[in-house]
């Protein structure tokens, strides 16, 4: 079951898919998902750089996580005809860099966003 955060979070996504409708570049729904957050007074960064940490260096390979919300729910965009194995896999691993137990695979590229979101955990 779904927390009353990320619930308000998939509320704020399902607003702007109502809006805006599939077919657009997944930056338009970043920064309009990132506006309708604002509008909510839900704290997030935008393009969060996340590091590579190895053998005791940091390594800034050039991941950047969507929208990290309030440090705790990351969101992972997208716009594709289809979600892949390589999509999952980029979200957990940016859950697993960021210390972040709980994300969002968000495809706006469906008629129904709710069919678009699938929630992982740690």
Excluded: W
């Amino acid at each position: 079951m779904n927390d009353p955060f990320t619930q308000k979070v998939i509320g704020c996504a399902i607003e702007v898919h109502r809006e805006l409708g599939p077919g657009l570049l997944e930056s338009a729904y970043q920064l309009c998902l990132s506006h309708e957050l604002t509008l909510n007074q839900i704290p997030h960064k935008l393009e969060k750089s996340m590091p590579v940490y190895y053998k005791g260096i940091e390594i800034e390979c050039g991941y950047r996580i969507d929208i990290l919300v309030d440090d705790r729910l990351v969101l992972e965009l997208k716009a594709v005809d289809k979600v892949s194995g390589i999509h999952k896999a980029q979200l957990l691993t940016y859950m697993k860099l960021s210390k972040t137990p709980v994300g969002l695979l968000m495809n706006f590229n469906v008629k129904k966003l709710s069919d678009g979101v699938e929630r992982f955990r740690l």
